[in-house]
């Protein structure tokens, strides 16, 4: 069964420092990868997507990801993490069949340090 | 990016009531919408997928009866909580999905704390 896997529960950074959140996934096929980001209280704002091509995916606010096959992840990193990038980040792949549904992983929340 | 809009943001009630919240997509079709409870500290649970002009599908161990679904047009998807309990409480959160050739997204709405007291 397809499944998402997101290792930290909790990250803790200093303002500043370059930061990597990991996603690995079980996909039979290529899959469609999604990060998601949620602030407390909110709901999920999609940062960066990636369906095809380029495996390494800019997305807003900074942050980038890259697609490895061999290692079936999709890590999600920013070189300089603000203060106001604590939040819950969530990892997700897509079915590709008719039903469009995402499997998210469990998230990694981010503490940043002044 | 795509909007999507819930209301109320916030509801309380009192236990036995039902409760609707409101899906909205402000700047694209969503024919296809989903629906997410979201307990503390957890990740999000799919509660259902809702199709215009058509029942909804709900995931395997979610009460049909109890969690209304009606997607009456290309932008709107309601959610109604009948009798609702005080396990009920949660955050539920909607997206609406945007269609293109092969780039499929959901985005979501900010989400709707329920309190049933």
């Known amino acids: 069964a397809q499944s998402v896997t997101q290792p930290d529960i909790h990250i803790t950074v200093s303002e500043g420092a370059s930061l990597e959140l990991r996603c690995n996934y079980s996909y039979g096929a290529t899959p469609y990868l999604f990060w998601y980001v949620q602030s407390p209280g909110q709901g999920l704002q999609l940062l960066l997507k990636y369906f095809s091509g380029d495996t390494l995916v800019q997305g807003i606010k900074g942050f980038e990801a890259e697609f490895k096959r061999s290692q079936s992840s999709f890590n999600l990193r920013k070189p300089s993490v603000h203060w106001s990038d604590a939040a819950e980040y969530f990892c997700?792949?897509?079915?590709?069949?008719?039903?469009?549904?995402?499997?998210f992983g469990s998230g990694t929340r981010l503490l940043v340090r002044p | 990016g795509a909007v999507v809009s819930q209301h109320p943001s916030r509801v309380i009630c009192k236990s036995g009531t039902s409760v609707k919240i409101e899906c909205r997509s402000l700047?694209?079709?969503?024919?296809?919408m989903f629906w997410y409870r979201q307990f503390p500290k957890q990740s999000l649970m799919l509660m259902a997928t809702?199709?215009?002009?058509?029942?909804?599908?709900?995931e395997q161990g979610v009460e049909k009866d109890k969690f209304l679904i009606n997607h009456a047009s290309l932008t709107l998807s309601t959610l109604t909580v009948t009798s609702a309990h005080p396990e009920d409480s949660s955050f539920y959160i909607c997206?609406?999905?945007?269609?293109?050739?092969?780039?499929?997204?959901?985005?979501f709405g900010p989400g709707t704390r329920l309190t049933v007291l």
């Open positions: 700047d694209f079709q969503a024919t296809t």
């Open positions: 809702s199709n215009e002009g058509s029942k909804a599908t709900y």
């Open positions: 997700a792949v897509a079915e590709r069949d008719s039903s469009y549904k995402l499997i």
């Open positions: 997206s609406g999905l945007l269609r293109g050739v092969g780039t499929d997204t959901q985005y």
